[in-house]
C-alpha cells in the first residue's frame, strides 16, 4: 500500500484538476523576472578617471585628457559575451560629470576631447557593439555632478532629468538604469569650489523619473534612488548574505534596513545586485595590473552571488587604450571555463525523484517537475505543508559535490531552512558545507564536500507557505587546480591554502618536484629557519594536478625587535599576509630591527602596502647594517606593481638593521606590508 500511494494519489490528482498554491506576497514583476533570469552581465567603468588615475575625478579635471588611443567596444561586447556575460552596463557619467556622449546640454563631454576630434559617442559604440553581438545594454548616470555649476538647485535637476531623456530615447532599448548612491559632498561645481549637500530623497525628483523611465525604456529595471526596482547588496566586495530575501519593508535606497540579506517581513519586491570589480577599483589604475582577483575569488563571487539569489554585476576598468586590458580577459575566460567545467554534466537527468507530499496528488505538480528542464513547471505542496522531503536516487552510485535549487518566484519567496543529505550505507547525513541553508528563491547553489552516494535528499524544513519548487540539478565539480598559496607567519609555521575545498594538496621540502604521491598538507607545520616548500593541489578523483607553487624562506623574523613600532603593528610586519600593513609613526622615514643576533646579512625584501587605499609606497630606498650603508637605490615601477622587492647585497655581518625610505609616492608616513632579510 505504501508503495502505491503516490500513485493513488497521482491518479486522483490527474481526475480533478488541482489549484496552483496561492501567492505568497510580496511578489516580482514580470520585468523583474526577465532581469533576474539574466543573472551575470558586465560594467564598464570609463571616463576621465581612466586618464588621470582616479576614482572620483572633483569636476575640474579637463575634458581634453580623455584620449583612448585605440578604443573599440566590440573587442570588449566579444570578450564580455564570450564570458557568459548577458548584458553590459556603461557609466555614461560618473560623479565628475564628464560625459561619455555629446550631450546637447553641457560642454564637459567627448566632444570637447580630441577623441576622433570631437565627434565620437561612446554610449552610442557601445549600444551598437551590444546589439551586433546580442547582449542588452545598459546606463549608469551619476545624480552626484561635481562638475556642474548648478548642483544643488532646481535647475540642475532640469539639466539631470534632460540628460536622462536623452540616454533612454538616443540607444535603444535598455535593460538596467543605475543611479548611484554616492550623493552631494565637496566639489569643483562651475569653480565655486565648495561643500554642497542635497537631500537625496527629494532632491532628484526620482518619482518622475521612473515615469520616464518606464514610458521610454519599459525593459528596464531600476537601481538605487527612492523608486527602485532592485537593491544594492551592500558591500563592493562581491557577496549577498547566505541567507537572502528578494524583498524588503518600504522602497528605495533610502528605506532599506538590510541590504545583504534583505528582510523576510518585508512587503516590497527589491531584488539584491552584487556589484563588484575584477581589480581593486572601479577605474583603470596602472598600479593594479597586477592585482586582478584570482580564478578562485572570482568562482567564489559566482557562487556567493548567483549561488545565493542575488545577480553579478562584475565590472571592468577598461584601460586607457579603450581596451579590455589582456590579463583580465584572459582571466575572465578562464572564470568561464572554470564554471562550465563545474555544470558541465548535470546528473539528475539520469534520476528518480520522489516527495513525500504532492499537491493535490497531481500530476503537474509532481517532484518530476524540479527536473524536467521547464522552468514554468514546478513541484509543489499542499496548502498548510511547509516542510516536506524531496529524495533523489542515482541509478548508480555518483560522486556529487553541488546541488542547484531554484523556487518558481513568480509566486514569491518561500524557503526559510533547508537541510541537504546523502545516503551513506543505510543512513542519511548532512553534506559538509560551510553555507548556512537558509534561503533559497531564484536560485541557490550549494557546493559540499563530495561524497559517492546513491541517494541525495533535501529537506525544507521551513517556509513561508507550501513549497513551489521548480528546478533541481546536481554536479560533480572538478577541483579548481589553481596553485596552492604557501604562507609562513613570523613564529616559522607555514600554510598551504588551496582555493577549493574539495583540493588535496601535496607539497616537498627538499627541492623535489611536488607529486600525488608526496607529503600531504592537512595542517600548518613548522619551518623554523631556512627552506624552500614546492607544493600543488590535487583533483583526488581524477589525479589532475595544478601548476607547482614554489617559495623559499630565509630565517623567520618574528623575533625581530622594531624600535618605532608597537607590537601588535609589528606583527604585520612578519605575518606572511601582504594585505596587512603597517605605517611607520609621521614624521618617520625609518625604522630599525634589533634581530636578536649576529649573523651574516645577504639581502632583505620590502613589500609595500598593496590595499585599495594602500599608501606609503617606498620607491627609494637606504639599507644599514650596524649602522653601515649596504645597499640604496630605487624600487623601480613599485608604484604600478606593488609586489615583493628583492634586494641582494655583499655580506655583511651584523646585529641591527635600519631601514630608511628616502621617498615615498604618497600619504604621510612609510607604509611596510611584509619585511624579511636573506642570511648567509
Ligand atoms: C559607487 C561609486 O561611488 C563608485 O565610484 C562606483 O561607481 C560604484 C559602482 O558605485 O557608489
Same mark, same amino acid.
Given at each position: 500500500?505504501?508503495?502505491?500511494?503516490?500513485?493513488?494519489?497521482?491518479?486522483?490528482?490527474?481526475?480533478?484538476?488541482?489549484?496552483?498554491?496561492?501567492?505568497?506576497?510580496?511578489?516580482?514583476?514580470?520585468?523583474?523576472?526577465?532581469?533576474?533570469?539574466?543573472?551575470?552581465?558586465?560594467?564598464?567603468?570609463?571616463?576621465?578617471?581612466?586618464?588621470?588615475?582616479?576614482?572620483?575625478?572633483?569636476?575640474?579635471?579637463?575634458?581634453?585628457?580623455?584620449?583612448?588611443?585605440?578604443?573599440?567596444?566590440?573587442?570588449?561586447?566579444?570578450?564580455?559575451?564570450?564570458?557568459?556575460?548577458?548584458?553590459?552596463?556603461?557609466?555614461?557619467?560618473?560623479?565628475?560629470?564628464?560625459?561619455?556622449?555629446?550631450?546637447?546640454?553641457?560642454?564637459?563631454?567627448?566632444?570637447?576631447?580630441?577623441?576622433?576630434?570631437?565627434?565620437?559617442?561612446?554610449?552610442?559604440?557601445?549600444?551598437?557593439?551590444?546589439?551586433?553581438?546580442?547582449?542588452?545594454?545598459?546606463?549608469?548616470?551619476?545624480?552626484?555632478?561635481?562638475?556642474?555649476?548648478?548642483?544643488?538647485?532646481?535647475?540642475?535637476?532640469?539639466?539631470?532629468?534632460?540628460?536622462?531623456?536623452?540616454?533612454?530615447?538616443?540607444?535603444?532599448?535598455?535593460?538596467?538604469?543605475?543611479?548611484?548612491?554616492?550623493?552631494?559632498?565637496?566639489?569643483?561645481?562651475?569653480?565655486?569650489?565648495?561643500?554642497?549637500?542635497?537631500?537625496?530623497?527629494?532632491?532628484?525628483?526620482?518619482?518622475?523619473?521612473?515615469?520616464?523611465?518606464?514610458?521610454?525604456?519599459?525593459?528596464?529595471?531600476?537601481?538605487?534612488?527612492?523608486?527602485?526596482?532592485?537593491?544594492?547588496?551592500?558591500?563592493?566586495?562581491?557577496?549577498?548574505?547566505?541567507?537572502?530575501?528578494?524583498?524588503?519593508?518600504?522602497?528605495?535606497?533610502?528605506?532599506?534596513?538590510?541590504?545583504?540579506?534583505?528582510?523576510?517581513?518585508?512587503?516590497?519586491?527589491?531584488?539584491?545586485?552584487?556589484?563588484?570589480?575584477?581589480?581593486?577599483?572601479?577605474?583603470?589604475?596602472?598600479?593594479?595590473?597586477?592585482?586582478?582577483?584570482?580564478?578562485?575569488?572570482?568562482?567564489?563571487?559566482?557562487?556567493?552571488?548567483?549561488?545565493?539569489?542575488?545577480?553579478?554585476?562584475?565590472?571592468?576598468?577598461?584601460?586607457?587604450?579603450?581596451?579590455?586590458?589582456?590579463?583580465?580577459? $584572459? *582571466?575572465?575566460?578562464?572564470?568561464?571555463?572554470?564554471?562550465? =567545467?563545474?555544470? @558541465?554534466?548535470? %546528473? /539528475?537527468? !539520469?534520476?528518480?525523484?520522489?516527495?513525500?507530499?504532492?499537491?493535490?496528488?497531481?500530476?503537474?505538480?509532481?517532484?518530476?517537475?524540479?527536473?524536467?528542464?521547464?522552468?514554468?513547471?514546478?513541484?509543489?505542496?499542499?496548502?498548510?505543508?511547509?516542510?516536506?522531503?524531496?529524495?533523489?536516487?542515482?541509478?548508480?552510485?555518483?560522486?556529487?559535490?553541488?546541488?542547484?535549487?531554484?523556487?518558481?518566484?513568480?509566486?514569491?519567496?518561500?524557503?526559510?531552512?533547508?537541510?541537504?543529505?546523502?545516503?551513506?550505507?543505510?543512513?542519511?547525513?548532512?553534506?559538509?558545507?560551510?553555507?548556512?541553508?537558509?534561503?533559497?528563491?531564484?536560485?541557490?547553489?550549494?557546493?559540499?564536500?563530495?561524497?559517492?552516494?546513491?541517494?541525495?535528499?533535501?529537506?525544507?524544513?521551513? $517556509? *513561508?507557505?507550501?513549497?513551489?519548487?521548480?528546478?533541481?540539478? =546536481?554536479?560533480? @565539480?572538478?577541483? %579548481? /587546480?589553481? !596553485?596552492?598559496?604557501?604562507?609562513?607567519?613570523?613564529?616559522?609555521?607555514?600554510?598551504?591554502?588551496?582555493?577549493?575545498?574539495?583540493?588535496?594538496?601535496?607539497?616537498?621540502?627538499?627541492?623535489?618536484?611536488?607529486?600525488?604521491?608526496?607529503?600531504?598538507?592537512?595542517?600548518?607545520?613548522?619551518?623554523?629557519?631556512?627552506?624552500?616548500?614546492?607544493?600543488?593541489?590535487?583533483?583526488?578523483?581524477?589525479?589532475?594536478?595544478?601548476?607547482?607553487?614554489?617559495?623559499?624562506?630565509?630565517?623567520?623574523?618574528?623575533?625581530?625587535?622594531?624600535?618605532?613600532?608597537?607590537?601588535?603593528?609589528?606583527?604585520?610586519?612578519?605575518?606572511?599576509?601582504?594585505?596587512?600593513?603597517?605605517?611607520?609613526?609621521?614624521?618617520?622615514?625609518?625604522?630599525?630591527?634589533?634581530?636578536?643576533?649576529?649573523?651574516?646579512?645577504?639581502?632583505?625584501?620590502?613589500?609595500?602596502? @598593496?590595499?585599495?587605499?594602500?599608501?606609503?609606497?617606498?620607491?627609494?630606498?637606504?639599507?644599514?647594517?650596524?649602522?653601515?650603508?649596504?645597499?640604496?637605490?630605487?624600487?623601480?615601477?613599485?608604484?604600478?606593481?606593488?609586489?615583493?622587492?628583492?634586494?641582494?647585497?655583499?655580506?655583511?655581518?651584523?646585529?641591527?638593521?635600519?631601514?630608511?625610505?628616502?621617498?615615498?609616492?604618497?600619504?604621510?608616513?612609510?607604509?611596510?606590508?611584509?619585511?624579511?632579510?636573506?642570511?648567509?
Amino acid at each position: 500500500m505504501k508503495k502505491l500511494l503516490p500513485f493513488l494519489l497521482l491518479l486522483a490528482g490527474a481526475c480533478s484538476r488541482v489549484e496552483a498554491p496561492a501567492p505568497v506576497g510580496p511578489l516580482p514583476d514580470a520585468r523583474q523576472i526577465a532581469w533576474q533570469k539574466l543573472e551575470t552581465y558586465a560594467f564598464v567603468h570609463y571616463g576621465l578617471n581612466t586618464f588621470n588615475d582616479m576614482e572620483w575625478g572633483y569636476g575640474n579635471t579637463p575634458a581634453s585628457t580623455f584620449a583612448p588611443t585605440d578604443l573599440d567596444c566590440d573587442q570588449w561586447v566579444r570578450t564580455l559575451k564570450a564570458a557568459g556575460m548577458k548584458g553590459v552596463m556603461l557609466t555614461a557619467k560618473h560623479h565628475d560629470g564628464f560625459c561619455l556622449w555629446p550631450s546637447a546640454y553641457t560642454e564637459y563631454s567627448v566632444k570637447n576631447s580630441p577623441w576622433r576630434d570631437g565627434k565620437g559617442d561612446m554610449v552610442r559604440d557601445l549600444s551598437d557593439a551590444c546589439r551586433r553581438h546580442g547582449l542588452r545594454f545598459g546606463i549608469y548616470l551619476s545624480p552626484w555632478d561635481r562638475n556642474h555649476a548648478a548642483y544643488g538647485s532646481e535647475e540642475y535637476v532640469t539639466y539631470f532629468h534632460n540628460q536622462m531623456r536623452e540616454l533612454l530615447t538616443n540607444y535603444g532599448p535598455l535593460f538596467e538604469y543605475w543611479f548611484d548612491g554616492a550623493n552631494g559632498g565637496d566639489g569643483w561645481y562651475g569653480g565655486a569650489d565648495e561643500t554642497r549637500s542635497i537631500d537625496a530623497r527629494s532632491y532628484y525628483r526620482y518619482e518622475d523619473a521612473r515615469r520616464t523611465i518606464n514610458e521610454l525604456q519599459p525593459e528596464a529595471v531600476i537601481f538605487g534612488g527612492t523608486c527602485a526596482d532592485i537593491r544594492w547588496i551592500g558591500n563592493e566586495e562581491g557577496w549577498a548574505g547566505q541567507t537572502n530575501w528578494s524583498f524588503v519593508k518600504g522602497a528605495g535606497d533610502q528605506d532599506v534596513n538590510d541590504f545583504t540579506h534583505g528582510e523576510r517581513d518585508g512587503d516590497t519586491w527589491l531584488p539584491g545586485e552584487v556589484d563588484v570589480s575584477i581589480r581593486p577599483g572601479w577605474f583603470y589604475h596602472p598600479r593594479e595590473d597586477a592585482q586582478l582577483k584570482s580564478l578562485s575569488q572570482l568562482v567564489d563571487i559566482y557562487y556567493h552571488s548567483v549561488g545565493r539569489n542575488a545577480n553579478l554585476l562584475l565590472n571592468f576598468p577598461v584601460d586607457r587604450s579603450g581596451r579590455i586590458a589582456p590579463a583580465d580577459s $584572459a *582571466r575572465i575566460m578562464e572564470w568561464r571555463r572554470t564554471l562550465d =567545467a563545474e555544470f @558541465a554534466h548535470e %546528473l /539528475l537527468a !539520469e534520476a528518480d525523484v520522489e516527495a513525500d507530499n504532492v499537491r493535490g496528488g497531481a500530476r503537474r505538480f509532481a517532484p518530476g517537475r524540479t527536473t524536467d528542464g521547464d522552468w514554468e513547471s514546478y513541484w509543489a505542496t499542499d496548502d498548510g505543508v511547509t516542510a516536506a522531503t524531496l529524495t533523489i536516487r542515482f541509478d548508480a552510485p555518483r560522486h556529487v559535490n553541488r546541488i542547484l535549487l531554484q523556487e518558481y518566484i513568480p509566486l514569491g519567496q518561500r524557503v526559510a531552512r533547508f537541510a541537504v543529505e546523502w545516503l551513506d550505507g543505510s543512513e542519511w547525513r548532512p553534506v559538509e558545507t560551510d553555507e548556512e541553508l537558509t534561503t533559497i528563491g531564484y536560485k541557490r547553489i550549494i557546493r559540499f564536500s563530495g561524497v559517492e552516494t546513491p541517494a541525495l535528499r533535501v529537506r525544507f524544513e521551513e $517556509a *513561508r507557505g507550501p513549497l513551489c519548487i521548480c528546478n533541481v540539478e =546536481a554536479y560533480d @565539480a572538478p577541483v %579548481l /587546480l589553481e !596553485e596552492p598559496r604557501i604562507v609562513r607567519n613570523g613564529e616559522g609555521s607555514v600554510s598551504l591554502i588551496a582555493g577549493d575545498r574539495g583540493a588535496e594538496i601535496r607539497y616537498t621540502l627538499d627541492g623535489s618536484e611536488p607529486n600525488a604521491g608526496s607529503m600531504r598538507y592537512e595542517a600548518p607545520f613548522p619551518l623554523p629557519g631556512k627552506g624552500e616548500v614546492r607544493a600543488i593541489v590535487l583533483d583526488p578523483q581524477n589525479g589532475r594536478t595544478s601548476a607547482v607553487a614554489t617559495r623559499r624562506f630565509d630565517i623567520p623574523c618574528g623575533a625581530f625587535r622594531v624600535r618605532e613600532l608597537a607590537d601588535t603593528e609589528r606583527a604585520k610586519l612578519f605575518d606572511g599576509n601582504p594585505a596587512t600593513a603597517a605605517y611607520l609613526p609621521e614624521g618617520r622615514m625609518s625604522c630599525t630591527f634589533d634581530t636578536g643576533a649576529e649573523r651574516t646579512f645577504t639581502g632583505f625584501t620590502y613589500t609595500p602596502d @598593496a590595499g585599495r587605499w594602500g599608501s606609503g609606497v617606498v620607491t627609494r630606498y637606504r639599507l644599514q647594517v650596524d649602522g653601515e650603508t649596504v645597499a640604496e637605490g630605487e624600487f623601480s615601477n613599485i608604484v604600478n606593481n606593488p609586489v615583493e622587492q628583492v634586494v641582494e647585497f655583499a655580506p655583511r655581518r651584523g646585529r641591527t638593521l635600519r631601514f630608511e625610505a628616502l621617498a615615498i609616492a604618497s600619504g604621510k608616513a612609510p607604509g611596510i606590508a611584509e619585511f624579511s632579510v636573506l642570511t648567509e
